[in-house]
């Protein structure tokens, strides 16, 4: 499995905000969205491949119960199905992060889903091959049904523009199933000025609809840097 890097550090977003966590982040995307704030797992993947032994061996040297399955897509590999049986057997909390686009029957505690909008594609002139990709692979309905259906799970979606909260809607339309506490809106940016010019209209939104803002807290505490 080709992993970009495996840290500890704290989960600063979603549901689990706050809590220490061991982080593996897989190397490699099937989409490439303009904001992607780990382009050393998608643009530009980065890595070695490691075998399911040493990263749990890694994950062990941590005094620390909850992993973090992301990337990149981690659903892109094979191997995160025995790695997951394995932490899975050795009593970690297992949480997978996902765009929503693959399907693996993974083992998970909680499957953080973040669907991506139109908006969120690269540019049609400077990557015409990966616009047309994004546009055609970014929603993938039956697979996220069936991540909802199998799994406790977060929707947290990345809101740059006041546009993107109607995408929102037309998203939720089309799943009435979805309980509002597990929606979650998340600020674009990778700087804290950048976060914050967008997070009080995107918090008022979120409080009138009965959703949940999701701050990106690894930004306040640590900046836009790698491991953390």
């Not at 057997?89 to 083992?107: D, R, S």
């Not at 990709?133 to 996220?144: D, N, S």
């Not at 049904?145 to 939720?172: C, G, H, S």
């Amino acid at each position: 499995m080709k992993i970009a890097e495996i840290y500890k550090s704290v989960q600063g977003e979603g549901l689990l905000t706050g809590t220490p966590s061991v982080f593996v982040r897989a190397s490699g995307c099937n989409l490439r969205c303009w904001f992607c704030d780990t382009p050393y797992a998608s643009w530009q993947p980065e890595g070695k491949d490691i075998s399911v032994d040493e990263i749990v061996a890694q994950v062990e040297e941590w005094d620390c119960r909850h992993v973090v399955l992301s990337g990149g897509e981690p659903m892109l590999f094979a191997e995160l199905l025995p790695l997951a049986e394995r932490l899975r057997g050795g009593g970690w909390h297992i949480t997978v992060e996902t765009a929503g686009t693959l399907y693996l029957p993974v083992a998970c505690d909680l499957m953080s889903i973040s669907p991506k909008f139109a908006s969120s594609g690269p540019s049609a002139r400077e990557h015409p091959h990966w616009s047309r990709r994004h546009e055609r692979e970014r929603y993938q309905p039956e697979v996220l049904a069936a991540l909802m259906a199998e799994y406790n799970y977060q929707l947290k979606f990345v809101i740059d523009r006041p546009t993107d909260l109607q995408d929102v809607k037309r998203f939720l339309a089309e799943f009435p199933e979805v309980e509002s506490q597990r929606v979650l809106l998340m600020p674009q940016g990778r700087t804290e000025g950048e976060l914050q010019d967008r997070s009080n209209w995107i918090e008022s939104h979120c409080t009138e609809q009965g959703w949940s803002f999701c701050p990106r807290k690894q930004i306040e505490w640590y900046g836009p840097v790698r491991g953390t």
